[in-house]
């Protein structure tokens, strides 16, 4: 009896990916016995031994460009993309806000959980009420907030749709940069307008706007102005829908899209090569981890409560 078309497909799909296992474990026993690197500066064949290029002067041991790291990289099933985790995040929290609203999340996933919960859990609120309780970490927590299911849906659709675009262009490290950095922008546009707010959307725009200015740097290639082109008409229809949709927070958007613009204008539109931009994007990773992390801490700890 033969499988159903669907099973095929997924059949076909790991046996592709076990292949491309294979292939790259033969790469990475070639790249043990081979005598020669690649210098990621300047791209020339440099002796194996060497610690430093005699080309360009580049210092030779990145993370992952020498045989145990691409051993280590090849050998496992991969790489988690970070836009990947912020998805998972993003879901386990709206799970944690019916949790903590106490509503059922079966029954309630259209209406969505309490007004509370939201305020509990870092929603963005008013500036007033930020400076007054000093809850900056609002700032934080509210990207990873949804309303309900038609609200986190929607994001998280477009967080993985585009977020994996722009990862692939700047590489993880910059991409949480570009994610958290737009998204604080975001809120504090819409708090300094009053809004109570909460949701991905800011950041979702934050990534728009770096596409934008990706676009921009690179108009000279074709590439680059035909992403120019998409990621202008994505950012003009979500703000259109957005503006006829009641009740949705453009303040956000707009300042979420603007500092987006703004930083992939200033920030090197490629991902880290040599071991000075590898340490550096791995140090500001670090922090905006950690910024993260503080975040939550605070909001779970904090004895003021709004609301």
């Known amino acids: 009896m033969p499988l159903p078309p669907k099973w095929q497909f997924k059949l076909n799909r790991l046996r592709n990916r076990w292949e491309a296992w294979k292939g790259g474990l033969r790469q990475t026993e070639q790249a043990l016995g081979a005598e020669t690197k690649m210098c990621p ?15 360009c ?11 145990t790291g ?9 790489t988690v993309p970070v836009t990947g985790i912020l998805v998972l995040m993003n879901f386990v929290m709206f799970v944690v806000e019916f949790a903590v609203s106490g509503r059922g999340i079966l029954t309630h996933l259209m209406s969505g959980p309490s007004t509370a919960a939201f305020l509990r859990l870092g ?56 994610y958290i950095s737009t998204g604080i922008f975001g809120y504090i546009t819409s708090s300094y307008i009053g809004y ?19 676009g ?11 992403l120019r082109s998409v990621a202008v008409r994505w950012a003009v229809y979500a703000l259109i829908i957005a503006f006829v949709i009641p009740g949705v ?55 003021v409560r709004l609301g």
């Open 41 to 55: 500066s300047c791209r020339a064949l440099v002796p194996r031994g060497k610690p430093a290029c005699p080309y």
């Open 57 to 67: 002067g580049q210092r030779l041991k990145v993370f992952g460009t020498g045989p």
């Open 70 to 78: 691409k051993l280590l990289t090849r050998a496992l099933p991969g």
């Open 123 to 178: 929603a963005s609120v008013p500036l007033a009420d930020v400076v007054a309780t000093h809850q900056y970490w609002r700032f934080v927590t509210a990207c990873f907030l949804h309303a309900n299911l038609l609200h986190i849906a929607f994001n998280m659709w477009a967080l993985y749709d585009i977020g994996q675009l722009v990862e692939s262009f700047y590489g993880g490290a910059k991409f949480l940069f570009f």
């Open 196 to 214: 109570l707010s909460l949701g991905a959307s800011g950041a979702i725009f934050g990534i728009l706007g770096v596409m934008i200015a990706y």
């Open 216 to 226: 921009v740097r690179r108009s000279h290639t074709a590439m680059g102005q035909q």
């Open 249 to 303: 927070d453009n303040a956000a958007h707009i300042g979420g899209l603007a500092s987006g613009f703004v930083l992939g204008m200033l920030v090197g539109d490629d991902p880290p090569l040599t071991e000075a931009q590898v340490s550096r994007w791995r140090a500001i990773q670090v922090i905006v981890i950690l910024v993260i992390a503080v975040s939550f801490w605070m909001m779970a700890t904090s004895p």
